[in-house]
């Protein structure tokens, strides 16, 4: 039987971007994909967020998205967008790029990696004992594991075969999304009515002035709600149709579909992120209505939470139990997805009270104070994993500073590139005692004389020290001597 340390059941975005996070961390790991390649019939997501942006800089592959894609400020509550150009961020914006591009770009990046992918294949159920785990593929063989992750979207197989529950509630709105060609050149924008919300769009697009600029033909991308919820039929041309003649009085002459799916507010997230060597990832964990455009965005910085974790626990130099904190970091970041966009879907209601409200809270997000907090939370920026009590910077993502080294400048994310934790001492040269952990550490003496400023915290005390665990966030912040390091090091690297 073939085996593999990890095996991750999916290659969309999060499969892709958590099998990049194992081989860097030189962990034998392969990906089973239903799909024969990579192409996706649909475009599905529109973007990347700022803090994805950022989680990509940090492994020096920011620059392949930002090149394909429309930099625009797009994070948004309900109807209420934000400006965040203002935010202290290399990236004080989103990326509008489609999910099709974002996957080819991310496997591409795969490619270089020292990844096996067995495309055309399908993960059907698995076995687990003490030692490994049994993975069944569809074409009756096996491979046997260490570990399986389950990136497999949101029907998961991986979650059902474990048995973990998918708590949450059920859809209240559904809507038809497609790609199609129209004889006729529609009305562009979006429209709300007693239904709902729909809207028309094209595929190609450029942002001028901050404003999206469509050329005239080329795909349309239509979203009509469907007057009920709970259609289980794939949805034909002739649906899409009839939602368009409701709404708009004509159908524009539609015609050659490219992707026709359907889409609901269905709000669900597993109970449990791992049952013993089993993990989920990404929409295997957690699904919600694609509002804030949030879903992608969470499930990439699942994968990047759970990597660095993972990798050690199969390298046997931390404890299995270090697994326990990607659900005790993770399931709460989703939860608060979850949270946020059932209010936006509770906003987006077509009635005058709904309207009413809709309008005072747009009112409230126009103030400076809610508008960071709330722009904070949907570009991923304001990400805080409970670490205890101390400075500000502790659980936070760390800046992309400008660093003054003994070898000229660095950036902060460059030094993240090959996913290793380190060590930056900001205070007089010291020597702290890392010799246990010096060969899996970046250590390194630097001076920042700016100011040290957090997205909707703003200002924080310069600190001494930091330990910069490889997801980019803040494990441990020196007071000017090496107080509690050893022990940090030892919960987040092994003893
Ligand atoms: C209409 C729509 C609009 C959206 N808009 C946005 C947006 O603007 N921004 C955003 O962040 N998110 C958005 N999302 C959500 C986003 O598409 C998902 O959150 C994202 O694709 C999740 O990535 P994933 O890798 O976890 O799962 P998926 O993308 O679902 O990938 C799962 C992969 O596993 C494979 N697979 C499934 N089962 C098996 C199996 N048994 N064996 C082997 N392989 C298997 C599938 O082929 C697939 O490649 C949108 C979603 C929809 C439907």
């Not at 790609?179 to 709300?192: A, D, Y």
């Not at 550490?441 to 004389?449: F, G, I, K, P, Q």
Request: include cysteine; proline fraction near 4%.
């Amino acid at each position: 039987m073939t085996e593999h340390a990890v095996v991750i059941a999916g290659g969309g975005p999060t499969g892709l971007m958590l099998a990049a996070e194992l081989a860097l961390a030189g962990v034998d790991v392969a990906i089973v994909e239903r799909r024969a390649s990579q192409d996706l019939p649909g475009s599905r997501a529109g973007g990347l967020h700022s803090r994805t942006i950022e989680v990509l800089d940090q492994r020096g592959i920011a620059d392949r998205f930002l090149s394909e894609g429309q930099v625009v400020q797009v994070a948004a509550f309900g109807s209420t967008r934000f400006d965040i150009s203002d935010f202290p961020t290399r990236h004080p914006y989103a990326l509008g790029l489609w999910q099709n591009h974002i996957e080819r770009i991310l496997a591409g990046w795969v490619g270089e990696l020292a990844v096996t992918v067995y495309r055309g294949h399908e993960v059907t159920g698995f076995a687990q004992d003490d030692t490994g785990v049994d993975v069944a593929l569809s074409d009756g063989q096996s491979l046997r594991t260490q570990y399986l992750v389950g990136c497999d979207g949101g029907r998961s197989v991986v979650r059902k075969a474990a048995d973990i529950e998918f708590p949450g509630s059920d859809a209240t709105t559904s809507a038809l999304l497609a790609e199609v060609e129209m004889v006729e050149e529609p009305e562009l924008g979006t429209r709300r009515d007693a239904s709902g919300i729909h809207s028309l769009g094209k595929v190609e697009y450029e942002i001028r002035d901050g404003e999206v600029v469509y050329n005239e033909g080329g795909t349309v991308r239509v979203m009509v709600t469907e007057p009920h919820v709970g259609t289980t039929s794939e949805p034909m041309l002739r649906d899409l149709s009839e939602g368009l003649i409701a709404v708009y009085g004509t159908d524009y002459g539609i015609h050659s579909p490219t992707w026709i799916t359907r889409f609901t507010d269905m709000t669900r997230q597993a109970a449990a992120y791992r049952d013993r060597r089993i993990l989920l990832a990404g929409d295997a964990a957690h699904v919600h209505s694609p509002v804030g455009g949030q879903g992608l965005n969470t499930g990439v910085q699942d994968a990047v939470n759970l990597g660095w974790k993972l990798a050690q626990v199969v390298h046997q130099t931390a404890p299995e139990s270090l697994l326990d904190t990607y659900h005790a970091e993770r399931h709460p970041v989703a939860a608060r997805v979850l949270r946020n966009t059932m209010a936006q879907v509770a906003l987006m209601r077509a009635d005058d009270r709904t309207e009413a409200l809709r309008d005072t809270v747009s009112e409230l997000l126009s103030m400076d104070e809610p508008r960071k907090r709330f722009a904070a939370m949907m570009s991923g920026l304001d990400i805080h994993y409970d670490l205890g009590e101390g400075h500000l910077l502790l659980g936070r993502r760390m800046p992309d500073l400008d660093l003054a080294t003994r070898d000229g400048t660095v950036r902060v994310f460059t030094l993240l590139h090959d996913a290793h934790p380190v060590l930056l001492n900001l205070g007089k040269p010291s020597g702290f005692d890392i010799s246990r952990w010096a060969d899996r550490l970046v250590a390194m003496d630097a001076e920042y004389a700016g100011d040290w400023e957090l997205p909707a915290i703003g200002q924080v005390a310069a600190p001494a020290a930091v330990l910069i665990r490889p997801d980019g966030y803040v494990a441990w912040v020196g007071d000017g001597t090496d107080h509690g390091l050893r022990d940090v090091l030892t919960t987040w690297f092994g003893s």
